[in-house]
C-alpha cells in the first residue's frame, strides 16, 4: 500500500493554482497553466518506474472453453491480441486478472471460480509471469528477473497458488506474498483504468451514475487510497487519545504509590512511647478483665433473684388446670346433647314414614269420597230433572190437550226409546273405558312426579359439586404463579411485609406460616386424609410471644377483613422437636399424622402436636380397616381418632362421614396437573348437570302433557256422564208420556210426590257425602301439617346437630391444646426450676474465675487501674499498636529499602508523566499535521481533476467533437457531457445522442486521460474498437498508438475482433493473431 502512495506522489506533483470559487471545475486560464505540468509530469514518471511488473507470458489449461491456450509472449510496449470471436480473445483478459488473484465478479464473466474450469474437466490451470527487473525489483535476491504465478482452480470453486522464482522454485504458496507483489509494481487487477473489460467500456458512459463515475476517477488516481488511509489515521488518533486518558487514570495511582513511599520515607521516629503506651493498655486489660468479670457475677446474681421471684409458671400451670377441667366438662355436656338429638331425630324419620304412608292412605281416602260425592250430585240432578218432566206432563193433562192417534204416537215412541237405550249402552262403555284411563293417567303422572321430585335433588347435589370445583379451580389459578395463593389471594403480599417488619425489627423473632406452607406429603394419596384432620390450621401462624402476635395482627388487617384472618398460635420457639417418647401412637401397619408429613422446621411440628396432637391420629386408608381398628376391640396405645382416604373421622365409639366430597386445596402437588384434574372433572360434572337439566326438561314437559290429558279424559269423562244423563231423561220422558196415555192425573200427582221424597233423600246423601268429603279433606290437611312440622323438625334438628358437630370438634381440638399447653407449662416449670440450679452452679464457676482473674491481674499491676474502655476496644488498641511498632521496627531497620523505594515511586511516576506529555503534544502536532495533509490531499485532487479535464478535451478535439467534464468534490459527482461534430450549438449533450462509434471512441478518450494521469505497469483494453466506424478507428488506434511511444517504459495489451493490417510497422508493436477453435471446424 505504500508502494502505490509513492507512485501517486512521483506522478502528480501539483503546482500551486489559485484557489478556485468552491467548483470543480476550473478556469481556462488555469487549464493553459497545467499543460506545461502534464508534459513535466509524465517525463518524471516514465523514468522513475522502471522495467518492473510488465507481463512476460501467459499460460491457460482447460481454461473456460479451451484446452489450450499459450504460451502467449507479449512485447515490452504494445501487444495486440486479435481474433475473431470464439478464438479466446477475452478469456485472456480473464485469465490475467483470475491469474493475479482477482475475483470472479471483477471479470464480468462469472459469479463464481468453478465457472471457470472447462466442461468435462477437474481443474483449470493459469500461468503468469512478471518481470522483475529495474531499479526496484521486488525481492531480487530471491525470485531473480521474473516471478512465475501459478493458479489452480478446481471443479469445486477452490483456487491454490505457487509463486516461483527465475529458475521455477516454489517461494510461496501464501495470498500475502501474491498481494505484497502486487502493491510492489503498483498493480490493480480490480481497477478497470489497467484492465478494462468489453462489458465494463460499454456500460460506463451511459449506464452508471455521475457518483460512480466519480468513484471511479478516485479509485483509478489511488485518491480513495489516500481517502481511507486519512480516515484510518483519524480513528487511530481517537483511540490513541482514549489510551491517553486511561493512562492518566493509571498516573493517579502512580502519584498515590509516589504519596505513600514519601510518607512513608518522612515518618521515621522514635517507638519509646509507643512502647510505653503499649504496656500501659496491657495493664488495662487486665483490669478490664476483672471488672467484666465482677459484671458477669452480679448479672447472675441479679438473674437468679429474678427467677427466684416469678411466681407467673405456678399461675398459669393452676390456670390451665381449671380450663382443661372446664373444657373436658364442656365436652361431654356436647356430647350428651349430641345423642338426644340424633334419638330425637331417629324418632321424627320413624313418625315421617308413618305419616307418609297415612298420606297415601287418607289422599286415597279422599278421592273414592269424591267419587261418591259426584255420584250423589249427579243422581240427585236427575231426579230434579224427572221431576220438572211430571209437573210439565200435570200441567198438560190439567189444562186438556188435543189427543192425537194413539196408535201412531206409541209406535214414534217405541221407536225413540230404542235408539236411546243403544245410545245409551255406548255412552256408558265410553264412561267405562274413560274412568280406566283416568286411573292409569294418574299413577303414571304420580310416578313422573316422583322421579321428577329425585332428579331434582340429584341436580341440586351436581349444581353444589360444581360450585365447589370451580372455587377450586379458581385458588388452583392464583396458586400457578405463586403456590402461596392457595391460602388467600393476599398472602404472598403478607409475608412480604412480615420479612420488611422483621428487617425493621419490629420482631422480637419472625413469625412462622402459613403452616400449610411449610409442610409437604410423604405420600400423595393421603391428601385428603390429612387435609380433613388439620382442617383450620393450613393458614395458621406461629409467633413467639404476644408483642409479636399483635404485631402480626396489625399486619394482617391490611390483607384479610376482621372474622376471616388466619390463626395466630403463640408458643415459644425452639430448635428441636418435641421428646414424644410414650406419647406418639405406633402401629406396625398405619402411620401416624405425623409420619405422614415432612416439617423442616420444628416450630411447626411442635405447635401441630400442641394444637392437634398429630403424634397421636392414624392414617387409615380402607373404611373397614379403620372401624376394625379403631371400633372391633381396644384402640391402639394413644390413639385418639383415625382418617380415612375419603376424609373420614372414626372415633373408638363414633364414626363422621363428610357431608360433601372432599378437596385437596393446600397439600396438592403440581398445580397444573391438579388444574388439568379439576377441568376434566368440570367437564364431567357440567355435562352430567346438563344431561340432568334436559332430563329434568323433559320429564316436566311429560308431566304437563300426561296432566293436559288427564284433564282432557276427565272434562270428557263429565260430557260422557253428561250424555247418559240426557239420554235417560229422555228415555224415562219417552216412557213416562206412553204411560200418561192410560193414567190419569191422580197417578202421576202420587208419583211426583214419591219422586220428591227421592229427591230429598238424595239431597240428604248429597250433603252428608259432602261433609264427609270436607272432613277427608280436614284430616288429610291436618296431617299434612303435621308431616311439614316434623320435617321441618328434622331439619332444625340436623342444623343443631352439624352446630353440635363443630362444637364438639372445636371442644375436642381446645381439649386437646390445652392438654399439651398443660404438659408445656409442667415442662416449662421444670426447666426453670432445673435453670435457676443451672444458673446457681454457674454464679459458683464464675466466682472463682473471678477470684483467679483478680489475682493474675494483681501480679502485672498490684495498683487496680480505672478502665473507662470495654477490652474489645483495649485489645484492638493493643493489636494495632503492636502492628505499628512492628512495622515501624521494620521499616526503621532497614532504611535503604524504604529510600529505595522511594526513589522507584518517584522515577516512576515522573517517567509516566513525561511519557503522557510527549503522547499530548505528539497528538495536537498531529492534528496541525492531518489538517495541513487535507489541504494537500484536495489540492491534489483538485490538480487531477484539471488535468484529466484537459486530456480528455485533448482526445475528444481530434474527433472534432466537443467534450466537457464537470467535477463535484463536495458531493462526490463527475458529470462527462460530449457534443458530436456539428452539433456544438445545441444544448443536448446526452451521450445516449452518439452513434455507436462516438460512444466507444469517447470511452477510449476517458480512458487515456486517466492512463495519462496514473501508473501502472500496463494497461489493457477488451474490443475498445468494435462498435467503431474505419474513421473512428483510425483516429483511436493513432492516438494509442502514440500515446503507447511516448510511454514507451509501460506495457499496452490491446484486443480487437477487427484487421491491424492498417497499423504502422514498429518494433514496439506486437501482434498476436489468434486461430479459429477446432470445434468450429468439426462443426463445418
Request: glycine residues 4%; contains cysteine.
Amino acid at each position: 500500500m505504500n508502494k502505490r502512495k509513492s507512485f501517486v506522489h512521483n506522478v502528480v506533483k501539483p503546482s500551486k493554482t489559485p484557489r478556485t470559487d468552491g467548483k470543480t471545475h476550473v478556469q481556462d486560464e488555469e487549464d493553459v497553466d497545467e499543460e506545461d505540468e502534464v508534459q513535466q509530469d509524465h517525463s518524471l514518471s516514465a523514468s522513475s518506474i522502471g522495467d518492473i511488473g510488465v507481463i512476460e507470458s501467459i499460460t491457460l489449461r482447460n481454461f473456460m472453453s479451451h484446452h489450450l491456450l499459450g504460451p502467449f509472449k507479449f512485447g515490452p510496449n504494445v501487444n495486440f491480441i486479435v481474433g475473431n470471436n470464439g478464438t479466446g480473445k477475452s478469456a485472456i483478459l480473464t485469465a490475467l486478472i483470475v491469474g493475479l488473484g482477482g475475483k470472479a465478479t471483477t471479470t464480468n464473466r462469472g459469479t463464481s471460480l468453478k465457472g471457470f474450469v472447462k466442461y468435462g474437466e477437474s481443474f483449470a490451470d493459469i500461468k503468469v509471469k512478471l518481470k522483475n527487473r529495474g531499479n526496484d525489483p521486488y525481492k531480487g535476491d530471491i525470485y531473480g528477473d521474473s516471478i512465475c504465478i501459478e493458479h489452480r482452480i478446481t471443479s469445486d470453486g477452490c483456487r491454490t497458488c505457487k509463486i516461483k522464482n527465475k529458475i521455477g522454485h516454489v517461494i510461496s504458496t501464501k495470498k500475502e506474498e501474491l498481494t505484497a507483489i502486487l502493491d510492489h509494481f503498483g498493480i490493480q487487477v480490480d481497477n478497470p483504468v489497467s484492465v478494462l473489460n468489453q462489458e465494463m467500456s460499454k456500460q460506463f458512459l451511459h449506464s452508471k451514475s455521475e457518483a460512480d463515475k466519480y468513484k471511479f476517477f478516485m479509485k483509478a488516481t489511488l485518491l480513495e487510497q489516500m481517502k481511507r488511509d486519512y480516515i484510518h489515521i483519524k480513528q487511530t488518533k481517537a483511540l490513541t487519545r482514549e489510551q491517553v486518558e486511561r493512562q492518566e487514570e493509571c498516573l493517579k495511582d502512580l502519584r498515590q504509590l509516589f504519596l505513600q513511599k514519601k510518607e512513608r520515607y518522612e515518618r521515621l521516629s522514635s517507638l519509646d512511647n509507643m512502647r510505653q503506651t503499649l504496656e500501659d493498655l496491657k495493664k488495662k486489660m487486665a483490669w478490664c478483665l476483672v471488672r467484666e468479670k465482677e459484671r458477669l457475677v452480679e448479672q447472675l446474681i441479679e438473674q437468679i433473684e429474678k427467677e427466684e421471684s416469678d411466681c407467673k409458671r405456678e399461675e398459669k400451670l393452676q390456670l390451665c388446670q381449671s380450663k382443661v377441667t372446664a373444657a373436658e366438662k364442656r365436652l361431654q355436656d356436647i356430647q350428651k346433647k349430641l345423642c338426644t338429638l340424633r334419638e330425637e331425630q331417629e324418632r321424627l324419620a320413624e313418625e315421617s314414614c308413618k305419616m307418609k304412608e297415612e298420606i297415601k292412605v287418607k289422599t286415597k281416602a279422599l278421592k273414592s269420597q269424591e267419587v261418591v260425592y259426584f255420584r250423589a250430585e249427579n243422581k240427585l240432578k236427575q231426579l230434579e230433572k224427572e221431576q220438572c218432566l211430571l209437573q210439565e206432563r200435570i200441567h198438560k193433562i190439567s189444562h186438556g190437550s188435543g189427543r192425537r192417534s194413539h196408535e201412531t204416537e206409541q209406535a214414534q215412541h217405541l221407536k225413540k226409546i230404542a235408539a236411546f237405550k243403544k245410545q245409551l249402552e255406548k255412552l256408558e262403555k265410553e264412561s267405562s273405558a274413560l274412568n280406566q284411563e283416568i286411573k292409569d293417567k294418574q299413577q303414571a303422572l304420580l310416578k313422573g312426579r316422583e322421579e321428577y321430585d329425585k332428579l331434582s335433588m340429584e341436580e341440586k347435589n351436581i349444581q353444589v359439586s360444581l360450585e365447589s370445583k370451580l372455587k377450586r379451580k379458581k385458588q388452583l389459578m392464583a396458586s400457578r404463579s405463586n403456590r402461596l395463593r392457595r391460602f388467600g389471594d393476599h398472602m404472598p403480599e403478607l409475608l412480604e411485609s412480615i420479612d420488611k417488619a422483621f428487617a425493621q425489627g419490629r420482631f422480637i423473632k419472625k413469625p412462622v406460616g402459613p403452616i400449610g406452607a411449610c409442610i409437604s406429603l410423604k405420600d400423595p394419596s393421603l391428601a385428603v386424609a390429612v387435609e380433613s384432620c388439620l382442617r383450620g390450621f393450613f393458614k395458621t401462624f406461629c409467633c413467639d410471644n404476644y408483642r409479636d402476635e399483635k404485631v402480626l395482627q396489625g399486619l394482617m388487617s391490611s390483607y384479610f377483613p376482621k372474622g376471616s384472618r388466619p390463626q395466630i398460635m403463640v408458643c415459644p420457639f425452639t430448635d428441636r422437636v418435641y421428646n414424644l417418647q410414650g406419647r406418639g401412637v405406633h402401629h406396625p401397619e398405619f402411620p401416624s399424622v405425623l409420619d405422614c408429613l415432612n416439617i423442616e422446621n420444628p416450630v411447626i411440628t411442635n405447635c401441630l402436636i400442641d394444637m392437634r396432637g398429630i403424634e397421636s391420629i392414624l392414617i387409615i386408608k380402607e373404611k373397614a380397616c379403620a372401624r376394625r381398628v379403631m371400633q372391633g376391640s381396644r384402640p391402639p396405645k394413644n390413639c385418639r381418632e383415625a382418617f380415612t382416604a375419603d376424609g373420614d373421622q372414626v372415633f373408638s365409639h363414633r364414626y363422621y362421614t363428610p357431608e360433601h366430597e372432599v378437596l385437596v386445596k393446600y397439600l396438592g402437588g403440581d398445580p397444573e396437573a391438579e388444574i388439568r384434574l379439576v377441568e376434566s372433572e368440570l367437564e364431567n360434572s357440567q355435562a352430567q348437570l346438563s344431561r340432568f337439566q334436559l332430563h329434568l326438561v323433559s320429564v316436566k314437559e311429560d308431566i304437563q302433557f300426561m296432566e293436559e290429558k288427564l284433564r282432557s279424559v276427565i272434562m270428557a269423562c263429565k260430557k260422557n256422564q253428561e250424555s247418559i244423563n240426557k239420554v235417560k231423561a229422555s228415555i224415562t220422558e219417552l216412557e213416562n208420556i206412553e204411560e200418561a196415555q192410560a193414567e190419569d192425573i191422580s197417578s202421576l200427582e202420587e208419583d211426583a210426590q214419591e219422586n220428591e221424597q227421592k229427591i230429598e233423600s238424595e239431597r240428604r246423601n248429597a250433603k252428608e257425602a259432602q261433609d264427609e268429603l270436607k272432613e277427608h279433606e280436614r284430616v288429610l290437611s291436618s296431617i299434612n301439617q303435621k308431616y311439614k312440622d316434623v320435617k321441618n323438625k328434622m331439619e332444625q334438628l340436623s342444623d343443631e346437630t352439624e352446630q353440635l358437630k363443630e362444637e364438639q370438634v372445636k371442644a375436642e381440638a381446645v381439649c386437646s391444646k390445652l392438654d399439651q399447653t398443660l404438659k408445656i407449662l409442667e415442662k416449662k416449670l421444670e426447666d426453670h426450676q432445673a435453670n435457676i440450679q443451672t444458673m446457681k452452679d454457674d454464679l459458683s464457676l464464675r466466682e472463682e474465675e473471678m477470684q483467679d482473674c483478680e489475682a493474675k491481674a494483681k501480679e502485672i499491676c498490684p495498683v487496680r487501674q480505672q478502665v473507662d474502655q470495654s477490652a474489645k476496644c483495649i485489645d484492638a488498641e493493643i493489636t494495632r499498636l503492636r502492628q505499628k511498632i512492628s512495622t515501624e521496627e521494620s521499616s526503621h531497620g532497614d532504611k535503604e529499602q524504604v529510600i529505595r523505594e522511594y526513589a522507584e515511586a518517584h522515577t516512576n511516576y515522573k517517567s509516566k508523566s513525561s511519557q503522557l506529555r510527549d503522547l499530548r503534544k505528539f497528538i495536537d502536532r498531529l492534528d496541525h499535521i492531518m489538517i495541513d495533509r487535507q489541504d494537500r490531499y484536495k489540492s491534489m485532487r483538485r490538480s487531477l481533476s484539471v488535468r484529466c479535464k484537459l486530456y480528455f478535451n485533448n482526445f475528444m478535439m481530434q474527433l472534432n467533437c466537443c467534450g466537457s467534464m464537470m467535477f463535484n468534490h463536495i458531493n462526490e459527482t463527475l458529470s462527462i457531457s460530449v457534443k458530436p461534430p456539428g452539433q456544438e450549438k445545441n444544448n443536448v449533450n446526452d451521450m445516449r445522442s452518439l452513434s455507436g462509434g462516438e460512444r466507444s471512441f469517447s470511452t477510449v478518450c476517458f480512458i487515456l486521460a486517466l492512463w495519462e494521469i496514473t501508473e501502472s505497469p500496463f494497461r489493457c483494453l477488451d474490443e475498445f474498437d468494435v462498435y467503431m466506424d474505419m474513421h473512428n478507428r483510425s483516429i483511436s488506434m493513432n492516438m494509442l498508438v502514440a500515446l503507447s511511444e511516448r510511454q514507451h517504459l509501460r506495457q499496452f495489451i490491446f484486443i480487437t475482433p477487427q484487421s491491424t493490417s492498417h497499423l504502422p510497422k514498429s518494433a514496439h508493436i506486437t501482434i498476436h493473431q489468434l486461430q479459429d477453435p477446432e470445434r468450429e471446424a468439426e462443426e463445418e
